[in-house]
């Protein structure tokens, strides 16, 4: 437990670092690579050039410092960080040098204001965090070496087949090189992945969602090709995928993790609403109710650009003929002259809630959102507005806070 005095200092440099704080984590990242080159391979370098990475974290310490009475308040921010933390291998000895170059950077960055019984209480406050990440993460370890076909760390995984879904989005079907079994996992769960980047001379591990239902022999991903746009460079890992990975060739794959998770056995009404690649969490979710056979209600809600990317529409489609428990429903953003309403698509235009709650939203369902923040954030809006508590609204994070390509 940590004194009222430590506390104090701690709480009293939450206002300097929201804002500074990007100032300190952008020194502390680059400090840290050059004194540990070899996490390099840890962190997603594309978060790095992004400054993506600098900003997650230094809204991550100054919650932290702001919380520091009750850290329990976040807790369902740490289980997400501490799922992506084993999904990259982070180990005990990682916070050890993180530690050591956070703390230096604070000393470096604020300059006569890091005083020695300020840095005294942020390694003791550092220390408490450390004990409680340490403590979840060694428990999902555990937890995905029990079961079956379970691993720790990376393993050999081969592609078996490789599946373009749209213009987009392709699917690549992972089986395990050493013929072993494959986990179980629950539905809405990702992977990591990691692979070896040419143009940066080392490997690099992305996070992507399992797009099928669990029990096959083989773990599928559906992973979008990420162009550049926006100033933003294209995606480094799903251009390498699409570009050179084909079946029989070899990548490294971390178990299943995730917080965004379906009950598959529960018989709760399920909703899920997803705009773009955010489909592919909801594949797994929309496949598993599906292979049960137990009449749970289910309504999908996606939206798109266009036909074009518009991934496992004839999938869907024939799930929604086959069982009387499933239907969707589909947004163009762009209608073209060949596509057909009422079977490509259904609605033009964004997602709309409110104009299709009498075919979409049920009683008592839980709520699955996907896709980009600004999306996630206004149907998370418009449910609340229509009457859907908090507690049944559920959200994947893609990028610095999740899953992500």
Known sequence: MLSENVR????????????????????????????????????NQGHQHSGQQQQALAMAVAAYAQHI??????????????????????????????????LASIREVLGEAATDE????????????????????????AAAAARQGGWTGWRAFRVAGKVPESAEITSFYLAPAD????????PGQYISVRV???????????????SDAPGNHWLRISVKREAAAG??????????????????????????????TLDPEAATPVVLIS???????????????????DGRQVRFVHGCRDASVHAMRDHVNGLAERLPN????????????????????????????????????????DYYLCGPLPFMQAQRRVLGELGVPPQRIHAEVFGTGGAGA
């Open 275 to 293: 705009g773009g690649v955010g489909l592919t969490p909801m594949m797994s979710m929309l496949n598993s109710v599906a292979s049960r056979g």
């Open 118 to 141: 300020l840095i005294d209480a942020w390694a003791q406050a550092y220390g408490q965090l450390v004990a409680l990440m340490a403590g979840m993460e060694s428990s999902m370890y």
């Open 8 to 43: 104090a200092q701690v709480k009293a440099t939450a206002p300097v670092l929201q804002v500074h704080g990007e100032a300190l984590t952008r020194h502390f990242y680059q400090r840290m690579f050059r004194g540990n080159p070899e996490l390099r391979q840890v962190f």
């Open 231 to 260: 100033g933003s460079p294209a995606g480094m890992i799903s251009n390498l995928l699409h570009d050179q990975f084909n079946e029989g060739d070899i990548l490294d794959v971390a178990p299943p993790q995730g917080e965004f």
């Open 196 to 210: 070896f980047v040419p143009a940066l001379g080392i490997m690099q591990p992305r996070q992507y969602s399992l």
């Open 179 to 186: 013929g072993g079994d494959v986990p179980g996992f629950l």
């Open 69 to 102: 009475d009750d850290p329990s308040v976040l807790l369902p921010v740490l289980e997400r960080v501490a799922h992506k933390h084993v999904s990259l291998g982070i180990r005990r000895e990682h916070y050890d040098v993180v530690g050591l170059h956070l």
């Open 326 to 365: 499933v239907r969707h429903v589909v947004f163009y953003e762009n209608v073209g002259p060949a596509d057909r309403q009422g079977v490509d698509y259904h609605h033009a235009g964004r997602i709309d809630l409110r104009a299709i709650q009498d075919q979409a939203l049920l009683p008592d369902a």
